[in-house]
Nanobody, 121 residues
Framework: QVQLVESGGGLVLAGGSLRLSCAAS????????MGWFRQPPGKEREFVAAIDSNGASTYYADSVKGRFTISRANTKNTVSLQMNSLEPEDTAVYYC??????????????WGQGTQVTVSS
């Protein structure tokens, strides 16, 4: 019913910035709460940030507070993730998801295929 596609990943130096985008297709006339997760190499997927249906409330993992900003993009069911002051520990495949603002993967109904972010020191 809903397809999500991430874009904007790439290679950056430590201290640099990158902006990810998640575009929705399919049933895009409904609004969804949405979130970002990431999976470092060899690690489990972890929560990064989330935003409610109208963009009024945001939620962040402690590891990214003050550095990352989640926001609604140019459609109602898309989000962006502005990442500043990037660190090598931020290296991961980043996934967008729709359906919840919770920090657990099981709460989300739809997932994108992921985009690679690599931070070099």
């Amino acid at each position: 019913q809903v397809q999500l596609v991430e874009s904007g990943g790439g290679l950056v130096l430590a201290g640099g910035s990158l902006r990810l985008s998640c575009a929705a297709s399919g049933r895009t006339y409904n609004t969804y709460p949405m979130g970002w997760f990431r999976q470092p190499p060899g690690k489990e997927r972890e929560f990064v940030a989330a935003i409610d249906s109208n963009g009024a409330s945001t939620y962040y993992a402690d590891s990214v507070k003050g550095r990352f900003t989640i926001s609604r993009a140019n459609t109602k069911n898309t989000v962006s993730l502005q990442m500043n002051s990037l660190e090598p520990e931020d290296t991961a495949v980043y996934y967008c998801a729709a359906g919840s603002v919770r920090a657990t993967m099981s709460a989300y109904a739809y997932w994108g295929q992921g985009t690679q972010v690599t931070v070099s020191s």
